[in-house]
């Protein structure tokens, strides 16, 4: 007999992934307990972009209207709640939660996302998501034709210095130090009109309270005015869920880590485990996290339905 008590799935994580996954569970007539741990990554952001039908909504009103569309399917519930630990095997998992609690589910969906490790200098917490960028296909068009810089001293400076050019000539590369750029990128650079600045930056200065970005001002004093800044920190897991039940990550060269899953099915190496999300691929974004949402709940169905024939 099936254990009322138990769940057939938990998702931890309440953004794009975890209520797009929600969503498919609850029409697939399957109880689901998803996790809504807190704000997420794209909180300090004006407007969700790119995605279908939404486009510019508000990262908390796009969440609400997730919220409200999972009412009528009375097998999902929605908790404010933290998970703290997992273990156990396909079929018979266990979540640990913040309040000491436990709680017993068949299959477990990781939409836990990322964390971005900004640099810890004046500005550019207060300025990020508003006058600092991270994807240019986010935010991009909004300060098309402005003064930009790209703040980049890797080897794939000059390619994303090239990519952000398409929205504004007015581009500046800062390297923040001497640069290490790939074979012909200087080259590439001067043919594009992209100069490189490769003094250390003291700090960015804006209007916190508009999130606009005014200047950029280096260690030696000097400073430039621009409007937005381009750049992509490190990232971590937000999450030690995936690490604690034994998934296995993938980190190439300067991209994040990821919690390594099957492209198709979105289950990683611990079998009844699957990540969707930020937290399981370097394509990141609203509609692709909702996407691949979709796609592991439809996925991790098929298997509930196979393991009860």
Known sequence: MEDAGRYDVVVVGAGSAGLSAALMLGRARRRVLVLDGGEPRNAPSSGVH???????????????????????????????????????????????????ST??????????????ELPERSGFRELWGRGIF?????????????????????????????????????LILLTDGPAALEDGAREKLGVLGIPIIETPISRVEGD????????????????????????????????????ALGCESDTTGPLPTVVKNDPVTRETTVPGVHVA?????????????????????????????????
């Not at 589910?105 to 971005?116: N, Y």
């Not at 999130?211 to 999450?239: K, N």
């Open 277 to 309: 999300g930020d937290a399981g691929t370097m394509l990141q974004g609203a509609i692709m996290a909702a996407a691949s949402g979709a796609s592991a709940a439809a996925f991790i169905n098929h298997s509930l339905v196979a393991q009860e024939e």
């Open 103 to 116: 709680v017993g589910t068949r299959k477990i969906l990781l939409a836990t996302g990322v964390h971005d």
């Open 208 to 243: 916190g309270a508009s999130g606009i970005l005014h200047r950029i001002v280096f260690e030696d004093g000097t400073q430039i005015p621009r409007e937005a800044l381009f750049y992509r920190p490190p990232q971590r897991q937000r999450s030690d869920l995936a690490e």
């Open 134 to 170: 991270h994807c240019p296909y986010c935010h991009g068009w909004e300060v098309r034709d402005r003064p930009l810089a790209v703040l980049n001293s890797g080897e794939d400076a000059a390619e994303q210095a090239a990519m952000i050019h398409n929205w504004s000539r007015d």
């Open 50 to 100: 790119y995605f279908f039908t939404r486009d510019g909504t508000p990262p908390d009103e796009l969440l609400r209207i997730g919220r409200e569309q999972l009412k009528p399917y009375s097998g999902v519930e929605v908790r404010r709640a933290r998970a703290t630990g997992a273990a156990g095997s396909d079929g018979d998992f266990r979540v640990s939660l913040e309040d000491g």
